[in-house]
């Protein structure tokens, strides 16, 4: 979660991220096409990107193999396979699940590469098409980044999970996303497992991921990311500012909550952008239900799985988390 990580250190990389995606928006705006507006790509420049160090254990060829994979299966989801939301959502967990194991990589970003075309019902080949485009634009970035000396090379290991292992733990997260996301898609109120929250929750069930020491710094920063989305769509809606302007200030404003919690979690960019995308009633649901949304997957991931947890004191998990 790169918690010693400042705005003062990577203020550069941090720029070049706000351009790429206020460019990203720009584009779909003008095209009139919103498959061209990938929210999950905020999340990977904050990993590629702004990080010093990738944040995720995954090399550049199988980044762009599993975020097209996933694109690509959201999409025949929605084409070919009937049934109700919830139903394509858990498919496309378990594909992800099975695929990051194949090529022994992390990606979870992958999710809300597979899950957001369900959730918004998409059915146009442009979206696999940007994604993958959008990626390999990032992995450029990367490659221009490191050879400027603005960020380290990336190091990665083949993740080699016992099948046992990997079927138990995979198995458990995909049951546990099954039973806490049915209710929400049943009921028609799909913001409470939004593609992000996902992303995140996924991450925290690493036994290991140091951001279990400080959990409610990773909800603090998704609700934030909500409710910023939320104040930004709602100016767009009122016609205060063209949608460009309010993605930047938007931008801007996530980075300052990413750095004054010290929590740089990617997922919290996808919930930004995400709310200019999803359709929803009146101008705060998005950001109240994502935060409601984000106690519960936080509180699962963390007290459901086995791993770090906070310490019984509160100093010592201040210190702990600080020193992770």
């Not at 919290?268 to 109240?288: D, E, N, S, T």
């Amino acid at each position: 979660m790169a918690a010693s990580m400042t705005i003062r250190q990577r203020w550069f990389p941090i720029l070049l991220s706000g351009i790429f995606v206020v460019a990203m928006v720009a584009v779909s705006d003008i095209a009139g096409s919103s498959e061209i507006l990938f929210p999950e790509t905020t999340a990977i420049l904050c990993g590629a990107w702004m990080q010093p160090r990738q944040a995720w254990n995954i090399d550049r060829p199988r980044m762009l193999i599993l975020m097209g994979s996933g694109a690509v299966f959201g999409l025949l989801l929605n084409l070919f396979v009937p049934g109700p939301m919830w139903f394509r959502a858990v498919i496309g967990y378990a594909f992800c699940a099975v695929m990051m194991n194949v090529v022994a990589a992390d990606m979870t970003p992958m999710l809300s590469a597979a899950i957001l075309p369900v959730l918004l019902g998409t059915k146009e080949w442009l979206y696999p098409v940007a994604v993958i485009v959008l990626v390999s634009l990032v992995c450029a970035g990367q490659i221009a980044l490191e050879r400027a000396g603005l960020r380290e090379p990336i190091d990665y290991h083949p993740l080699g999970l016992a099948p046992k292992t990997a079927f138990r733990s995979w198995g458990k997260r995909l049951a546990v996303f099954a039973v806490l996301s049915a209710p929400c898609f049943f009921l028609n109120q799909p913001f409470f497992a939004v593609p992000p929250l996902l992303v995140a929750y996924t991450e925290l069930t690493r036994p290991d991921f140091t951001l279990r020491l400080r959990p409610w710094r990773g909800w603090a920063v998704l609700a934030a990311a909500g409710f910023i989305g939320s104040f930004g769509r709602a100016a767009v809606e009122a016609g205060l500012l063209p949608l460009e302007l309010v993605v930047a200030i938007s931008f801007c404003v996530l980075v300052l909550a990413w750095n004054g919690f010290r929590t740089w979690l990617p997922p919290a960019g996808a919930a930004l952008l995400l709310a200019f995308l999803v359709p929803y009633k009146g101008p705060f649901l998005y950001g109240i239900e994502v935060a409601c949304g984000a106690a519960i997957w936080v509180a699962v991931a963390v007290w459901g799985f086995d791993g770090i947890r906070p310490p019984r004191h509160p100093h010592a998990a201040a210190a702990a988390a600080d020193e992770a």
